[in-house]
């Protein structure tokens, strides 16, 4: 037997569970899920230790989602540049976790291998987030403009 309350009851959670701008935010979940991947393989294989130059893939995604994160919180207010906004946050939050990082080093010892030299390191890090950020809004208007799956979003 069917049960015709079922449908309804399908129809009101996909209602309760629409946020603005939905395609947006599920790309920028994505991308977090991906960089959590990344970084979490990283640390697993302990690949900091055995290939110092894996930081900056993992940079540039941070970066990435960051910026995903960041556009999609940004379009949900009434901001014109919402592009320059969520680069301006990627920057900021660059900062604020080179920042933490250096003040960390002070408190805990890290083995040479994770030493930060913040002038150099962090700058290129720092860089390397922009970066990471600048290819996935890039990619994302991209998008926007030859797919209906982004066209309804206002960015």
């Known amino acids: 037997m069917k049960d015709h309350n079922l449908g309804n009851f399908g129809e009101k959670i996909k209602e309760a569970c629409t946020l603005p701008h939905n395609n947006l935010f599920i790309v920028a979940l994505a991308s977090v899920i991906i960089f959590l991947l990344v970084e979490v393989t990283l640390r697993i294989y302990d690949l900091y230790k055995t290939a110092a130059w894996v930081d900056i893939p993992s940079h540039f995604f941070a970066g990435a989602a960051l910026g995903l ?38 408190i805990v ?3 040479p291998y994770l030493k930060d030299y913040f002038l150099w390191d962090g700058f290129f890090d720092i860089i390397t987030n922009l970066i990471g950020a600048t290819v996935a809004l890039l990619i994302i208007y991209s998008i926007k403009h030859k797919n209906s799956f982004l066209r309804g979003t206002n960015l």
Not at 81 to 106: C, N, P, R, S
């Open 109 to 111: 010892y890290n083995p």
């Open 69 to 106: 994160i960041f556009l999609w919180v940004v379009s949900l207010s009434g901001a014109r540049h919402k592009k320059i906004t969520a680069m301006f946050f990627v920057l900021l939050a660059g900062l604020f976790w080179e920042l933490t990082e250096t003040l960390q080093e002070m």
